[in-house]
């Protein structure tokens, strides 16, 4: 059973349109986080929510939208996509109350025409 | 603020060699520090994580890791490399306060020659 799985695996747009993401863990943890990987594989997290509540919220352009309906699933909501989007991003979970270990998904590869 | 820093952008190990990767972080209190992989087209996999106690931690695939608090430090060894190791690894620090918040290196990509 995959613990941490996002769809799609590929995303391919053309800028200004809007897309969305999900994730869905089946770990029980209680806080899941996106984490945005650039063309340099630099890694830097964009949101966390903890039980549906955002903790982080990382200077990201608000065309980014997460929504939590339920502790399992964090979903991301891209509007007016642009160039400079493109990326992977990177779902993960954890437990809020022990440290991380993070458990990642294996990524979407969003590409802007 | 915590940062992270991988010295090395590349690496270049002959299968069966010993392996160091570095890491340096910066961080005012007793870090919470880990080491993750990443094979192409894949998600990151945890190796290993240091929380307390032993500062020579061991990860899974051979990896293990020494945390020196003298030298802020946390690197990564494996005695004997196999070709399946070549990946990017990135290292990484916590912060507590700020809601688990995991801050990475910028990565070392570890080649592997047979």
């Known amino acids: 059973d995959t613990a941490v799985s996002q769809t799609p695996k590929y995303l391919v747009t053309q800028m200004g349109n809007d897309k969305s993401i999900k994730c869905e863990q089946n770990l029980g943890h209680d806080t899941m986080y996106w984490y945005k990987q650039d063309s340099k594989k630099f890694l830097k997290i964009m949101f966390s929510?903890?039980?549906?509540?955002?903790?982080i919220n990382e200077t990201v352009p608000n065309r980014f939208s997460p929504k939590s309906p339920d502790k399992a699933h964090l979903n991301l909501h891209i509007n007016s996509l642009e160039l400079g989007d493109s990326a992977v991003y990177f779902c993960a979970s954890s437990q809020r109350d022990r440290a991380p270990p993070l458990h990642f998904g294996n990524g979407t590869r969003l590409t802007v025409t | 603020a915590q940062s992270v820093t991988q010295p090395d952008i590349h690496i270049t190990v002959s299968e069966g060699a010993s392996l160091e990767l570095r890491c340096n972080y910066s961080?005012?209190?007793?870090?919470?520090l880990f080491w993750y992989v990443q094979s192409p087209g894949q998600g990151l996999q945890l190796l290993l994580k240091y929380f307390s106690g032993d500062t020579l931690v061991q990860g899974i695939k051979g990896f293990e890791a020494e945390f020196k608090r003298s030298q802020s430090s946390f690197n990564l060894r494996k005695p004997s490399v196999h070709w399946s190791d070549a990946a990017e690894y990135f290292c990484a620090v916590v912060q507590m306060e700020y809601g688990n918040k995991l801050v990475f290196g910028a990565g070392t990509i570890l080649r592997v020659k047979s």
């Open positions: 961080y005012g209190a007793t870090p919470y």
């Open positions: 929510y903890n039980n549906k509540e955002l903790i």
